[in-house]
């Protein structure tokens, strides 16, 4: 099993930063892609930025340009730099680590999900 918690999430207003973390825990040799997803109220779950093998990167096109997904394989951490943050971008968002194969993919582990919220 993994283990991951997020840290970092708050209220902030249209515009500002925030840095999102998230350490893995148990089993992280299963690890192979780490990432962020988000779920606004109503709305289905979506990624938002992941990270594999170093320099492999892929972010949904909303955040693209003011989100920086970043991971420290020593530490078993990723972590997300949102900037010049929109008040769309307000979600619950959720680490996520795929690890050993299941089916005809990989299995997904989530963190417990931490709120961004941003003020207009």
């Known amino acids: 099993q993994v283990h991951l918690v997020e840290s970092g999430g708050g209220l902030v207003q249209a515009g500002d930063s925030l840095r999102l973390s998230c350490v893995a825990s148990?089993?992280?040799?299963?690890?192979?892609?780490m990432g962020w997803y988000r779920q606004a109220p109503g709305k289905q779950r979506e990624l938002v930025a992941v990270?594999?093998?170093?320099?492999?990167?892929n972010y949904a096109d909303s955040v693209k340009g003011r989100f920086t997904v970043s991971r420290d394989r020593a530490k078993n951490a990723v972590y997300l730099q949102m900037n010049s943050l929109k008040p769309e971008d307000t979600a619950v968002y959720y680490c996520?680590?795929?690890?050993?194969?299941?089916?005809?993919?990989?299995?997904?582990?989530w963190g417990q999900g931490t709120q961004v919220t941003v003020s207009s």
């Open positions: 990270m594999g093998s170093p320099g492999m990167t």
């Open positions: 996520n680590a795929e690890g050993e194969p299941s089916g005809l993919g990989y299995h997904n582990y």
């Open positions: 148990g089993d992280t040799f299963k690890i192979h892609l």
